[in-house]
T-cell receptor, first 114, second 111 residues
Framework: NAGVTQTPKFQVLKTGQSMTLQCAQD?????MYWYRQDPGMGLRLIYY???????DKGEVPNGYNVSRLNKREFSLRLESAAPSQTSVYFC?????????????FGSGTRLTVV | DAKTTQPTSMDCAEGRAANLPCNHS???????VYWYRQIHSQGPQYIIH???NNETNEMASLIITEDRKSSTLILPHATLRDTAVYYC????????????FGSGTQLTVLP
């Protein structure tokens, strides 16, 4: 089925470890996004990529880096994980940021930093 | 983007219409109203959006008041699978700013 695929689904890290969350979409969308959701809260934007080759900071970018590898893939990297980064991470895509069609979200990566 | 206010939680009987309100009194003329929902542990799902006319699709109807200061999302025949957090988001059409999610309304459909 067409959509947004995130890997891994679950991850436990020790403080200071690094890891990369992977996201791929097969809908030929131009724009991609990374959000985090803490328990009982709404989603907050970390980074986004309006089109291939561009990335921009969102509301909570500190401690993260992103790479728009190609049109399909947008990865999120934690260089030195901290317990405050324990969260559920969602990747999303849309046809383009100037398009009013809805975003498509992945099923999430549940990250615990101990 | 204009701020939105939604009730924290609502209940609805299965098979009845669920009416979810949203206030956006500071909405400007070029801002659309979007609705998403998030079923437990899943990613948010787009439902519907509109500017000033009422909109309907296979999932729901969106009623926007004439002054555009509030709107209502209607699920005509709620099922248990409609239990979710519903987010009302106001956003400028074509804006470079991204979707901003608030706390939403927890809708519980009761059997």
């Amino acid at each position: 089925n067409a959509g947004v695929t995130q890997t891994p689904k679950f991850q436990v890290l020790k403080t200071g470890q690094s890891m990369t969350l992977q996201c791929a979409q097969d809908m030929n969308h131009n724009s991609m996004y990374w959000y985090r959701q803490d328990p009982g809260m709404g989603l907050r934007l970390i980074y986004y990529s309006a089109s291939e080759g561009t990335t921009d900071k969102g509301e909570v970018p500190n401690g993260y880096n992103v790479s728009r590898l190609n049109k399909r893939e947008f990865s999120l990297r934690l260089e030195s994980a901290a317990p405050s980064q324990t969260s559920v991470y969602f990747c999303a895509s849309s046809p383009g940021q100037h398009t009013d069609y809805g975003y498509t979200f992945g099923s999430g990566t549940r990250l615990t930093v101990v | 983007d204009a701020k939105t206010t939604q009730p924290t939680s609502m209940d609805c009987a299965e098979g009845r219409a669920a009416n979810l309100p949203c206030n956006h009194s500071t909405i400007s003329g070029n801002e659309y109203v979007y609705w998403y929902r998030q079923i437990h542990s899943q990613g948010p799902q787009y439902i519907i959006h509109g500017l000033k006319n009422n909109e309907t699709n296979e999932m729901a109807s969106l009623i926007i008041t004439e002054d555009r200061k509030s709107s209502t999302l209607i699920l005509p025949h709620a099922t248990l699978r409609d239990t979710a957090v519903y987010y009302c988001i106001v956003r400028v059409s074509g804006s470079a700013r991204q979707l901003t999610f608030g706390s939403g309304t927890q809708l519980t459909v009761l059997p």
